[in-house]
């Protein structure tokens, strides 16, 4: 493969997984602008969205009605978690409400699993393949052909979309606007005559939306789902949402996509060392990436990722784009 | 008078707790020892934990990574010799030759100083990460220190020569009994009850309730959230390798959200800033959870032990939010006065005990 092409198909990569990413840092950023509560079980809806999905579309519901039931089956489970357990604690400290959101987690995963039980499912179910999103899209360039999974393509365009979507419902609607003066200041937003109750609502139902749509479309990518499934994206959205100043949706989506691409890095530049092509690399280059980048460092990507959420929490705690947080970490 | 009694009532709790452990290590049942020494390790976790959480007010999740790094290094050290060439091939020269297993009788000292190897090293860690990570505080910390749990678990999967990877790490002799959790146990709360009275504990409640007056009546804020977020890190690495050596086999998985989680929540229950809570949470999580696996086990529902762990979680937070004690202490100067002079009779309320 040459290196032009390599490029461009991490480039995709990158794109497609910051969308993902993006869809699940806009949630987690809009209730904390407004509650300043980090919801950790925003990745427990994603996976009750792959779970409803999923037994859906093994009973042989049709794809259209399995879709709708996914998205309004994550919007109610999340509306009772929010009455139940996050209502109540509003005015408590913030470290509770991280704490009872991770109950709220513990009792969404161990459902999942008492539900996959009840169905005689194994703790790992395979997720139903939908056609629409199976194969791969073949681009004739030049001598090459690029290979991208369409799921990958699916997931940018739609990602995209609902991005764009949401934009335009929170610049240009009254009930967007409220959202943003809530975030700026509840109680002013309150004493403005702004019902916060469904601004707080609200901000849970688009996280449930784009989270059952994220939710959909990574269980299609790794073909399976488990109770857990949602811990990984979770922590990462919330290291996309501490890079965009945590609390800010466009810094959300910046911070998303600058995470994929980061990730993409760190995955693709050490395998570099095995696809620049020997003939025309001087092979010094090429020694220099098996000795110093070796392939086996990708599996320590992670913990880089959370290196620089570290080393971001205490130099930049408003987040790349620099806003001045009143909320600093300190 | 108040001093007396609460000598005399620590004295009796004692006393109670001696024959309570003679008489189970008597009764040689297998079942009942295996709960109150796992149940042990909770409580130097929970009171561990409490010194840095409670006290300081700085959130951590990531204690159990220091666990998981007393669990490993104390097992590399005391892992026989023939049993390393087999299954760690790759250690360093001085590793590999290195085997605790020195006996003063039938004492194991060897197992002594593989834990207090493992419990000073992980300080080290501490004091490395705590001077970068107790600047933070609020919701950051704890993001910022469940960032250190996943780094820790990432380096364990992949540190294989070390660790077997993502393996079972096994053949670790068993040293680990009712007496040496114990005695642990007593060694933590001691440490703890003497640094909670201690101007320097004062100080923790200080800079956890008002950070801005504490600083301007000189408390350093850094040192007292340094200093105790070290001292538990030691004793969590102390549970790890006290874990490691009665389990004898383990993985990182063991050592990750889950536990942290059952360990946050016998704290939050017992109370953020109470020894005395840190004792009755995991009594009370543990008889609850023993008796929910019941349930479990009868009506083949696994998963609602959790479950309904988890909703009495919430309902502290929401009902209680200082858990049962508080920061309160048991008093047993208050209630011998309330045993003597009959239930309320013009005696004013002991606030400690609810």
Redesign the interface.
């Known amino acids: 493969m040459s290196l032009p092409l390599y490029a461009l198909q991490q480039l995709i990569n990158a794109l497609s997984i910051g969308s993902l990413y993006a869809l699940m840092a806009v949630g987690l950023a809009m209730v904390f602008g407004i509650l300043r509560l980090i919801n950790f079980a925003h990745g427990d809806m994603m996976m009750v969205a792959a779970y409803i999905a999923a037994f859906a579309l093994i009973a042989g519901i049709p794809l259209p009605i399995a879709l709708l039931m996914m998205v309004l089956g994550t919007i109610l489970i999340t509306l009772v978690m929010e009455r139940v357990a996050y209502r109540p604690i509003r005015t408590a400290p913030q470290v509770a409400a991280l704490l009872t959101s991770f109950a709220v987690g513990q009792i969404l995963e161990n459902s999942a699993l008492l539900v996959s039980r009840f169905a005689r499912k194994p703790e790992q179910i395979a997720f139903p393949s939908i056609d629409l999103l199976r194969g791969t899209l073949k681009i004739q360039l030049a001598a090459d052909v690029l290979q991208i999974p369409k799921v990958n393509v699916v997931s940018l365009v739609l990602g995209i979309v609902l991005l764009i979507l949401l934009s335009l419902f929170v610049t240009r609607t009254t009930l967007g606007l409220s959202m943003r003066a809530a975030a700026e200041d509840l109680q002013a937003a309150q004493l403005m005559g702004i019902d916060t109750n469904r601004v707080i609502v609200t901000a849970f139902v688009i996280g449930a939306i784009l989270a059952s749509v994220a939710g959909l479309l990574y269980a299609v990518q790794s073909g399976t789902i488990n109770p857990i499934m949602g811990f990984s994206p979770v922590l990462k959205a919330f290291i996309a949402a501490v890079i965009g100043g945590f609390g800010s949706i466009s810094g959300a989506v910046v911070g998303g996509f600058t995470l994929g691409l980061l990730e993409v890095v760190l995955t693709a530049v050490p395998g570099l060392g095995d696809i620049l092509p020997a003939a025309t690399t001087s092979p010094g280059v090429i020694s220099f990436f098996k000795t110093y980048l070796p392939s086996s460092l990708t599996s320590y990507r992670d913990a880089f990722v959370f290196v620089i959420l570290i080393l971001l929490l205490l130099v930049r705690p408003g987040g790349i784009l620099g806003t001045t947080d009143r909320d600093s970490a300190r | 008078m108040a001093g007396r009694a609460q000598r005399n009532g620590t004295l009796i709790v004692l006393g109670a707790l001696l024959i309570f452990l003679i008489s189970l290590s008597l009764s040689g049942s297998n079942f009942w020892q295996s709960i109150v020494i796992n149940l042990g390790m909770y409580i130097i976790l929970v009171v561990s934990l409490n010194l840095s959480n409670g006290f300081t007010g700085v959130?951590s999740l990531g204690h159990i990574g220091f666990m998981a790094l007393g669990a490993y290094i104390s097992a590399i050290l005391s892992l026989p010799l023939s049993q390393k060439a087999l299954y760690l091939p790759h250690l360093p020269a001085w590793l590999a030759a290195t085997h605790l297993d020195m006996m003063i009788g039938s004492f194991p000292l060897g197992f002594l100083l593989a834990t207090l190897i493992a419990g000073l090293v992980v300080t080290g860690v501490a004091l490395v990460v705590g001077l970068?990570?107790m600047?933070?505080?609020?919701?950051?910390?704890?993001?910022?220190t469940?960032?250190?749990l996943?780094?820790v678990r990432?380096?364990l999967?992949?540190a294989n020569d070390f660790t077997r990877g993502s393996r079972t790490f096994s053949n670790v002799t068993q040293y680990t009994d009712l007496w040496w959790v114990y005695a642990w146990l007593l060694v933590a709360i001691y440490m703890v009850w003497r640094i909670k009275f201690s101007p320097y504990g004062r100080s923790m409640f200080a800079q956890r309730e008002d950070t801005v007056a504490a600083q301007s009546v000189g408390i350093v804020i850094m040192r007292p959230r340094l200093f105790a977020f070290a001292v538990s890190a030691f004793f969590t690495a102390v549970v790890g390798a006290l874990w490691a050596h009665y389990l004898t086999s383990f993985s990182p998985n063991a050592f990750y959200?889950d536990l942290a989680?059952s360990i946050?929540?016998m704290m939050?229950v017992g109370g953020m800033g109470s020894i005395t809570g840190s004792i009755i949470g995991p009594i009370l999580i543990t008889i609850i959870s023993e008796s929910m696996r019941r349930v479990e086990d009868l009506t083949?529902?696994?998963?609602?032990t959790?479950?309904v762990?988890?909703?009495l979680?919430?309902l502290v937070?929401?009902f209680r939010?200082g858990g049962l004690f508080g920061d309160r202490e048991i008093n047993f100067a208050a209630i011998w006065g309330r045993l003597r002079s009959g239930r309320g009779a013009g005696e004013p309320k002991p606030q400690n005990v609810e």
Do not use: D, E
């Open positions: 959130f970068v990570l600047r933070l505080s609020g919701t950051f910390v704890s993001l910022a469940l960032g250190f996943v780094i990432i380096v999967i992949n959200f989680f946050i929540t939050v083949q529902l696994y998963g609602i959790q479950i762990l988890a909703v979680f919430i937070i929401i939010p």
